[in-house]
C-alpha cells in the first residue's frame, strides 16, 4: 500500500464542505458569556479613569475586567519556543494603551446586546499622549512608548525601550565595505514593505469553561495550543496542569494565530466568574487589534564585478513591530538568515538592524516571516544590479545562486535569536527549477517585454528563494500512534493542522510506514491533555519536525507489531514477515492478521495496549528552494497591472501530498501577489488604520488570480521523512520580486514600495517620461 | 446594528407617512448597504409588496422597477441589449452574486452613492425617475437637487434608443470600489459623457459633451481634447483609494477610450 | 414577531427581533455550517440560498422573509458530498471555513448556468473569498463536478 506522494484527500474536507461542526466557535456552550473588548480609540494614551458604575448595573452583566483586575506581570503574547526571543512588554491589561484597537478592558455579559450595550455606557478618560507613527522616526523618539520599569527580555535580543527598541541585530561575514569599495559596480536602495494583513476567513475566536474536574478547559482557533497554555499560565498565574487547550479545525492562520489573541480574557473571564464564555473577534478587531506583517525598510547595498560575480551584500533593516515585540527579533533575522544564503558565493555580507515599537497594530508572525521582505529587497537590488551590469538576470542568478552540496556561513551565524546551525544543501534543485521555470513561461521569447498594442505591453519578471524547515535544536514534534482492535490506529499529534492539510499528511506518513491505507490512520491534532507535545504550526516545520517524529513512532509501532507476532507466533522476530496486514513466519505457512494479532491483544493473551511515542528535534534545517516567474500585461496610459500568468518550481523534497503541497504553494503565491499588488494599508494621520475591513483592505479574488502552473522539481532530502522537506511557507517569497522586476521589464518604472499600485506605476511612469 | 421596529406599510401613503415621522425611519430596498452604514434604525419600513422588482418594456421606455436586484438587472435582455448593455455590465461589475441578488437599483439611486457605478451609466443614457411624490424627474435634476426630498422612488425609465455606450471601472480589484467609473452614450450625434466615483458622486461633463456634440467629423484631435476638457472641468479629490492626480488622469484615457469605442464600433 | 421560514423544506417559526439577521437564526438554531466571515457583506462565507438563489445571510434580516425557502449546506448533503469528492482530488479544500457557502454558490449555480465556462464559473463565485487555496484548484474540482452527470 502506498500511501506517499499519491493523490490523497484531506481527512477533514468532506466533513467541512457538508457542514459538519469543527471550528471553535461551533462548540460554546448555549450559556456562555459573551466577551466584548473596549477598545483604545487613541494611539498613545494613559488612562486615567475609568467609570464603569452605569455598565456594572446593567442587567446581565457578569463581570468587567480593567487593568486594575491584574497583578503586573509582563509576557509575551508570541508563540514560540521558551525562553521566547521576544521582549515580555504586555499586560492582559494596562494603563497605558499604545495603539487604535489596544485593549483597555472586557465586559462579558449574557449575550451580546447586553454586552456591547454595557461597553458604551462606560466612560473612560484618557490622557493623550504624543503617538509615534512613523516608524523611520520612532528610535530615540521623546516619545517613549514602553516606559514602564518591569519589562524584560529574556536573553539578550537587543532590547531598548527607552529608544524605543524592541530588538536589534548585528552580524557580518569579511568585510562588507572593503569588498564594496572594491566591486566594478555597486548600487544601493531602499524597499519598503507594507503591514499585509492575513485575512484568514475565520476571525480570531476562543471560548473557556470550567470542566467537571474544574479544570480551565480552552477551545482556541490557534496555531501554537501547547504555547497557549504556558502562556496563560505565566500571564494569570494559574497552574498550567489546570489548563487544558484544545484546538478544533482552524479556519486558516498563516501566522496571525500564532500568538495569543483573545485566550488570555477570555480565560480570565472565566476563572472570575466561574462560567463558561466565548470571545469572537469581529472582523475589524482582526484587522486593528490582532497581527500584521512586520513594515519594513531594507536598505540594501550589492556589489559585483562586471563579469557578473557578486561580490558583497549589505542589508540594514528597520523593521516596525507596532505596539508590541510579538517576534520583532525573528522575523527581521529571518530578513537575512532566510535570505542571503541564496547567493552563498560572496566575499562578504553585513546583516544588521532595528526593530522599533510604533503606535500602530502590533505586527506578528506571519507566512514568510520576514523572508518574504528580504527576498522582495534582495530579489529586486539583483535585477538592478544587473541592469547596470548589462548582463542577464538569469545568468547571473545561474551564476551566482545557492547548489546542491553547498553551504553558506550564515546558516551557523543566524539562529533564532540566537547562534544558527551549520548546513550543507544536501538537497537544492535551484538550478533546475530555473531552467523548467523559464521553459514554462517561455522566458525566451518573451523577456524582458513586447508591444501588445499601442499602451498594452506584456513582459516577465522572476525571482529565487529559499525557506527553511523547522527551526533545528528548537522546535519539537511528538506523535503517538496507538493501536485499535480490528488493527486500525490512532495518531495523536500535537503538530497543529490550521488547515495546511497537516493532519491528512501525517497519516500518510504513518500508514506508508506501517504499510496501511489512511483511512486506518485516524489523526487527531492537537489537545494538550491528550496529544504529545509539539511547537505547533510555523516555522515550516510541521512536515519535517512533526513528520520525521510521527516516522519514528511509526517505526517504533511497527516494531513493537513485529514482536508482539513473533509472540504469538512463537518464534523469534526476525523469523517475521509483515506487509502490514498479515505476519507470515518464513518459511512455514503459520501466520496472523494485523486484524487477529490486535483483538488477540485486547481480549485473549498477552493483553496490552500497543502505544507509542516518539519526538523529533531537528539537527539541521534543510531549505526548500524555489524560481517564480511572472507574465504580466502593463496598460502604460493607466499603470494597471494584469498578472497573466505564474509559473512556480518548487524544490521541497519528495511531496508527500502532491495536491495538499500544490495548494500550499498557490495559496501562498496568491498571498504574495496581494502583498504585490493590491492589499494597501492605510493609516489616518491620526493613527487610524483605514483598510480595516475587506471592502477596503483587498485580497485577491479569483478573477485577479492568474493561471497557476506549479511543479515540483524531483528531490529526495535525506533528512526528511520520506524525503520531504517543508512547502508552507515558501510559495509567498517570490512574488513581490517577481512582479516588480516584471514591471521594470515592461515600462522601466521600479516600484520599490510594496504594493505596486496602478497610481505609483503611472505617476513614476509620467516621471520618468517627463525626464527624459 | 439595531433596528427597533419592522413596519410592513399597508400602501405607499402609509410608507410615506411612516418614513416622514423621524429621521430614524428608512425605507428598506435591499437593506445591503443600510446594514454597512447605519448604526441605528428606530423603523424599517417594508416596501417589497407595494414597489415592483421586474423589467419592464413599453413601446418607448425599458421601466425598471425599484426593488428590482443588480442581478436581474445585469442578466435582463434589454438592459443588455440597449446601450450596448452599459448598465448590465456595470451590474455585474458590483461585488458578488450574493450582493447583487440583494441590492436593489432603488436602493441605489435614493442611496445618491457617490461611489456608485450604476448612477454614472444611469446619468449618460439620461434615465428619468418616478417617484411617488414628486412624479416623474430626470436623473440629473435628482442628483443635482441638494436637499433630499423624502420621498419613495418606484421606477426607473431609461428611454429605448439605438445610442451606443462605453461604461468602464476603474479599481484595484474585481470586488474593490471605484477608483472613478467612466460612460459614454452616443445616441446619433448627441453625446454624453459622465463620471463617477471621483470620488464626488457621478457628474456629467458638460463642455466636453457640448464639444463633441457641436463637432461634425469627430476626428482623434477631437477625442482626446473632449478627454482632456472632461478630466479638465470635473473635479476629482483624493482619499484612500486614490489620489486626484491618478483619478483625473484615468479618467482622461478612459473617456478617450471610451468615445474612440462609441465612434469606432458603429452598429 | 413570529416568521416562518422553510429551512431545508422544514416549516420551522422562530421568534426574532426586527434588527435579527438571518446568519444569527440559523446559527442559533445549530445550522452551524452557516458561519460569519465578515459581518460587512463582502466575503460570502455566511452564504444562504434564499428560494435558490445565494445571498449573504448576515445582511439579511429574517423578518422580511415570512414563507421564504431557506437552504442551508445541511440541505444539499449529497451535492456538497459529491462537491467535496472532487475538491479533495485537486487538494482544493484547505482550512474548509469557505467550503459551506462554496458548496452552496456551486449549486445555486450549476442551477442558474447552463454549462459555464471558467470565466463564467469565476464571475459567478467571485463574491466568495477564499485565502487559503489560490482558487486555481477550486475552480478545476468544479469543472470535473459539473462534468459528473451521475
Ligand atoms: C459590500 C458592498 C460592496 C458594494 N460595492 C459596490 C460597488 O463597487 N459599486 C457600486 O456601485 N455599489 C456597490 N455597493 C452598493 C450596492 O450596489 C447598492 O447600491 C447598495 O447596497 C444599496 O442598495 P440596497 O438595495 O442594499 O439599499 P438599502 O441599503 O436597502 O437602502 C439604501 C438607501 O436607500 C433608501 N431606499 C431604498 N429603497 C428606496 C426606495 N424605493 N425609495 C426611496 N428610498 C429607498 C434606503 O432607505 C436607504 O437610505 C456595495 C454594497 C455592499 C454592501
Ligand atoms: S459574513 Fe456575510 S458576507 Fe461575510
Ligand atoms: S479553504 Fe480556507 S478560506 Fe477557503
Not at chain 1, 482556541?220 to 489546570?242: C, D, E, G, M
Request: charged letters at 20%; hydrophobic letters at 40%; proline letters at 4%.
Amino acid at each position: 500500500m502506498k500511501s506517499v506522494n499519491v493523490i490523497t484527500p484531506s481527512v477533514d474536507g468532506k466533513g467541512l464542505m457538508m457542514g459538519k461542526a469543527g471550528y471553535t466557535n461551533d462548540y460554546v456552550l448555549k450559556n456562555a458569556l459573551i466577551i466584548k473588548v473596549l477598545r483604545s480609540p487613541h494611539p498613545f494614551a494613559k488612562i486615567v479613569s475609568i467609570d464603569d458604575e452605569e455598565a456594572k448595573k446593567l442587567t446581565g452583566v457578569e463581570c468587567i475586567l480593567s487593568h486594575k483586575d491584574f497583578d503586573r506581570r509582563p509576557f509575551t503574547r508570541a508563540g514560540q519556543g521558551y525562553p521566547e526571543p521576544s521582549p515580555h512588554d504586555k499586560f492582559v491589561f494596562d494603563e497605558y494603551v499604545r495603539y487604535v484597537g489596544d485593549e483597555v478592558l472586557c465586559v462579558a455579559a449574557i449575550d451580546e446586546v447586553t454586552a456591547e450595550k454595557a461597553l458604551s455606557l462606560i466612560k473612560v478618560e484618557y490622557e493623550v499622549l504624543e503617538p509615534v507613527l512613523d516608524f523611520e522616526k520612532a528610535m530615540n523618539n521623546v516619545s517613549v512608548i514602553h516606559p514602564e520599569p518591569e519589562i524584560h527580555e529574556m536573553f539578550p535580543i537587543g532590547f531598548e525601550p527607552k529608544k524605543n527598541i524592541s530588538a536589534s541585530y548585528h552580524m557580518h561575514i569579511g568585510n562588507v565595505e572593503d569588498t564594496l569599495k572594491k566591486c566594478e559596480v555597486v548600487i544601493k536602495e531602499s524597499f519598503y514593505t507594507q503591514a499585509q494583513a492575513h485575512s484568514m476567513m475565520e476571525p480570531h475566536a476562543v471560548n473557556t469553561q470550567f470542566d467537571y474536574q474544574n479544570r480551565l478547559i480552552i477551545y482556541s482557533a490557534t496555531q501554537t495550543p501547547f504555547h497557549v497554555r504556558r502562556i496563560i499560565s505565566q500571564a494569570l498565574n494559574y497552574p498550567i496542569s489546570k489548563i487544558r487547550v484544545i484546538k478544533p479545525r482552524v479556519g486558516g492562520g498563516f501566522g496571525g494565530k500564532q500568538a495569543i489573541h483573545g485566550e488570555i480574557i477570555a480565560s480570565a473571564v472565566t476563572i472570575k466568574t466561574g462560567k463558561p464564555a466565548a470571545l469572537v473577534y469581529t472582523r475589524k478587531e482582526v484587522f486593528e487589534s490582532s497581527y500584521t506583517r512586520h513594515p519594513m525598510r531594507l536598505d540594501i547595498t550589492v556589489g559585483a564585478d562586471k563579469d557578473g560575480t557578486l561580490k558583497a551584500i549589505d542589508c540594514y533593516v528597520l523593521s516596525d513591530t507596532g505596539a508590541y515585540g510579538e517576534h520583532a527579533l525573528t522575523v527581521f533575522m529571518v530578513a537575512g538568515s532566510k535570505v542571503l544564503p541564496l547567493y552563498n558565493k560572496v566575499d562578504s555580507v553585513r546583516f544588521h538592524g532595528h526593530v522599533v515599537y510604533t503606535n500602530h497594530t502590533p505586527a506578528g508572525a506571519f507566512r514568510g516571516y520576514g523572508a518574504i521582505q528580504g527576498n522582495f529587497a534582495l530579489e529586486s537590488a539583483v535585477d538592478i544590479l544587473c541592469n547596470k551590469l548589462g548582463m542577464d538576470p538569469i545568468l547571473f542568478r545561474q551564476k551566482n545562486m545557492m547548489k546542491e552540496n553547498e553551504t553558506s556561513p550564515i546558516f551557523a551565524i543566524m539562529g533564532e535569536g540566537t547562534e544558527g546551525t551549520a548546513m550543507m544543501m544536501e538537497t537544492c534543485k535551484l538550478d533546475y527549477c530555473v531552467k523548467r521555470g523559464l521553459e514554462l513561461i517561455d522566458w525566451n521569447n518573451k523577456y524582458p517585454s513586447k508591444k501588445i498594442n499601442d499602451h498594452i505591453v506584456r513582459s516577465v519578471g522572476m525571482a529565487i528563494a529559499m525557506q527553511g524547515s523547522g527551526i533545528p535544536y528548537i522546535d519539537m514534534g511528538s506523535a503517538t500512534i496507538k493501536l485499535n482492535d480490528d488493527g486500525f490506529y490512532n495518531l495523536l499529534v500535537g503538530a497543529t493542522d490550521i488547515g495546511q492539510g497537516s493532519d491528512t499528511i501525517l497519516a500518510q506518513i504513518a500508514a506508508e510506514e506501517l504499510m496501511t491505507s489512511v483511512d486506518k490512520m485516524i489523526p487527531y491534532s492537537s489537545d494538550t491533555d491528550l496529544t504529545p507535545f509539539d511547537t505547533g504550526a510555523y516555522a515550516s516545520s510541521t512536515t519535517f519536525v512533526s513528520g520525521n517524529a510521527v516516522l519514528k513512532a511509526a517505526k517504533t509501532m511497527k516494531n513493537k507489531l513485529i514482536e508482539e507476532a513473533a509472540n504469538a507466533l512463537n518464534c523469534a522476530k526476525e523469523e517475521i514477515g509483515f506487509d502490514g496486514e498479515i505476519f507470515n513466519k518464513v518459511n512455514s505457512t503459520e501466520s496472523i492478521t494485523l486484524k487477529e494479532l490486535s483483538n488477540r491483544l485486547y481480549y485473549n493473551s498477552d493483553q496490552k495496549q500497543l502505544m507509542v511515542t516518539e519526538s523529533y528535534v531537528g539537527h539541521k534545517s534543510p531549505p526548500p528552494f524555489m524560481a517564480g516567474f511572472a507574465e504580466i500585461d502593463l496598460d502604460t496610459e493607466t499603470g494597471e497591472v494584469k498578472v497573466n500568468k505564474y509559473c512556480s518550481v518548487v524544490d521541497c523534497g519528495v511531496t508527500i501530498n502532491p495536491k495538499l503541497a500544490k495548494g500550499q504553494v498557490e495559496g501562498a503565491i496568491v498571498q504574495g501577489l496581494g502583498m504585490a499588488l493590491y492589499e494597501d494599508v492605510v493609516y489616518t494621520a491620526k493613527g487610524k488604520l483605514i483598510t480595516n475591513d475587506f471592502m477596503s483592505y483587498r485580497i485577491p479574488s479569483r478573477m485577479e488570480t492568474p493561471e497557476l502552473i506549479t511543479e515540483f522539481a524531483e528531490s529526495n532530502e535525506p533528512s526528511g521523512p520520506f524525503g520531504a522537506k517543508s512547502v508552507g511557507e515558501i510559495g509567498i517569497d517570490t512574488p513581490p520580486a517577481a512582479i516588480m522586476n516584471a514591471i521594470y521589464n515592461a515600462c522601466g518604472v521600479r516600484i520599490k514600495s510594496l504594493p505596486a499600485t496602478p497610481e505609483k506605476i503611472l505617476m513614476e511612469l509620467r516621471r520618468k517620461n517627463h525626464e527624459q | 446594528m439595531e433596528i427597533k421596529n419592522y413596519y410592513v406599510a399597508k400602501d405607499l401613503d402609509d410608507a410615506l407617512q411612516k418614513f416622514m415621522l423621524s429621521s430614524d425611519n428608512h425605507l428598506l430596498g435591499g437593506g445591503a448597504w443600510m446594514k454597512n452604514s447605519l448604526r441605528h434604525i428606530d423603523t424599517a419600513i417594508e416596501l417589497s409588496h407595494l414597489v415592483s422588482n421586474d423589467i419592464t418594456e413599453t413601446k418607448e421606455f425599458i421601466e425598471i422597477g425599484a426593488m428590482c436586484t443588480l442581478h436581474d438587472l445585469s442578466i435582463h435582455p434589454a438592459i443588455i441589449k440597449y446601450y450596448d448593455g452599459i448598465l448590465a455590465q456595470a451590474s455585474k461589475q458590483i461585488m458578488g452574486i450574493t450582493v447583487r441578488n440583494i441590492a436593489t437599483i432603488g436602493g441605489t439611486i435614493a442611496g445618491k452613492y457617490a461611489f456608485s457605478d450604476l448612477l454614472t451609466p444611469l446619468l449618460a443614457m439620461n434615465c428619468q425617475l418616478m417617484f411617488y411624490r414628486q412624479g416623474i424627474i430626470t436623473l440629473e435634476e435628482y442628483l443635482q437637487s441638494a436637499i433630499r426630498e423624502k420621498d419613495i422612488l418606484l421606477k426607473v425609465l431609461i428611454k429605448k434608443s439605438t445610442a451606443k455606450g462605453y461604461f468602464h471601472k476603474v479599481a484595484k480589484t474585481a470586488l474593490d470600489f471605484s477608483i472613478v467609473n467612466v460612460a459614454v452614450v452616443k445616441d446619433n450625434q448627441n453625446f454624453s459623457v459622465c463620471v463617477g466615483a471621483r470620488p464626488q458622486i457621478a457628474a456629467k461633463a458638460f463642455k466636453a459633451c457640448e464639444l463633441l456634440n457641436s463637432s461634425g467629423v469627430i476626428n482623434q484631435e477631437i477625442i482626446e481634447k473632449a478627454a482632456k476638457m472632461a478630466a479638465d472641468e470635473l473635479t476629482f479629490s483624493s482619499n484612500f483609494r486614490g489620489q486626484a492626480e491618478y483619478r483625473k488622469m484615468v479618467t482622461e484615457t478612459y473617456i478617450k477610450r471610451g468615445l474612440q469605442e462609441v465612434i469606432t464600433n458603429a452598429r | 414577531m413570529l416568521v416562518n421560514l422553510y429551512v431545508n423544506n422544514v416549516l420551522k417559526k422562530y421568534h426574532v427581533q426586527a434588527g435579527e439577521f438571518l446568519l444569527d437564526t440559523l446559527r442559533n438554531d445549530n445550522y452551524i455550517s452557516v458561519r460569519r466571515g465578515c459581518d460587512s457583506t463582502s466575503c460570502g462565507v455566511c452564504t444562504v440560498l434564499i428560494e435558490g438563489k445565494p445571498v449573504p445571510s448576515c445582511s439579511v434580516l429574517t423578518i422580511r422573509l415570512e414563507g421564504k425557502h431557506i437552504t442551508t449546506v445541511e440541505g444539499i448533503q449529497e451535492e456538497a458530498e459529491k462537491l467535496a469528492h472532487y475538491f479533495g482530488l485537486e487538494g482544493a479544500d484547505q482550512c474548509g471555513f469557505c467550503n459551506p457557502s462554496m458548496a452552496l454558490t456551486v449549486y445555486a449555480m450549476k442551477n442558474e448556468l447552463k454549462n459555464p465556462t471558467l470565466e463564467t464559473i469565476k464571475a459567478y463565485l467571485v463574491g466568495n473569498l477564499c485565502r487559503c487555496t489560490g482558487y486555481q484548484a477550486q475552480h478545476i474540482a468544479i469543472l470535473h463536478y459539473l462534468e459528473d452527470r451521475s
